[in-house]
């Protein structure tokens, strides 16, 4: 079975592909690195010539609403049409737990998401939709994100944050399986305030950088409520802490 990686490059894409090749199934990993632009359709069509299955993880640079809807409305367009042409039997899509909420919540990026999620589900293809929660890896940029001067202001919510690795083979599992047409959520193991994350990522250096609650801060746009960031009862938690995570990286990127 061939199958092809959106963004098979980028962070969770490079660990996707990675896994995927340790299968008996041929993998394609298709982003502008490898001259594949899902955007303008280049080199679209010979990366998905005789594909099973696309997995798109690839991501939009811009964080405004006009530049995210943009982009994934032209970009999911595009891998849906090519991928029906090219005879592909399955859509998978990662996406965000909370789309909606975030999108509500004011934020542009997530409103393209949300679009990405709708014309998916609208367009009468076989598909599945993996929602993860923000990646460990993540939170160095919602703390360079959340800098105000000196000071680093984030606002009061619960997250449960997850290795990219494991949300790299929720969307590898979703790929070798048959289309659900819906969405499966995946989690980490630990529910705690967002400051709490951020601080820790700080507490690994000599200069501990402060965090403060700021109630009017926003997460890339959106303006969070309680609840905004979590997952549902139902969704599939890994084991790895995010503890356990900084000791890793600590110990193969010294501070």
């Known amino acids: 079975m061939r199958i092809v990686v959106v963004g098979g490059t980028g962070l969770i894409g490079s660990k996707v592909v990675e896994q995927l090749r340790a299968t008996p199934h041929e993998v394609v990993a298709a982003s502008r690195a490898t001259g594949v632009n899902a955007y303008t359709g280049t080199g679209l069509a010979e990366a998905l010539d005789g594909a099973s299955v696309l997995v798109d993880v690839s991501n939009s640079d811009y964080l405004d609403e006009a530049g995210s809807l943009d982009y994934f409305d032209t ?12 005879g592909v039997r399955h859509h998978v899509a990662l996406s965000i737990v909370g789309t909606d909420r975030l999108a509500a919540g004011g934020g542009g ?3 393209g998401k949300q679009l990405q999620e709708q014309l998916i589900r609208r367009s009468g293809r076989a598909f ?23 000071h680093t202001k984030v606002v009061q919510t619960l997250m449960q944050p997850i290795a990219g690795d494991d949300t790299a083979a929720a969307v590898v599992e979703a790929a070798l399986g048959s289309p659900t047409g819906g969405t499966v959520e995946v989690a980490g193991p630990e529910r705690a305030p967002l400051a709490d994350f951020v601080q820790r990522w700080f507490g690994r250096g000599d200069h501990v950088r402060p965090v403060e609650v700021d109630p009017l801060a926003r997460y890339f746009g959106s303006r969070l409520r309680d609840g905004d960031l979590l997952p549902g009862p139902d969704a599939r938690l890994s084991t790895l802490t995010y503890r356990d995570w900084l000791e890793r990286e600590t110990a193969s990127h010294p501070v």
């Open 75 to 86: 970009e999911t367009l595009n891998l849906l049409t090519y991928g029906a042409a090219a």
């Open 128 to 150: 599945s939709i993996v929602h993860s929660t923000q990646f460990f890896e993540f939170i160095p940029r919602i703390a360079d994100a959340a800098l105000d001067g000196q």
């Open 109 to 111: 990026y997530f409103r």
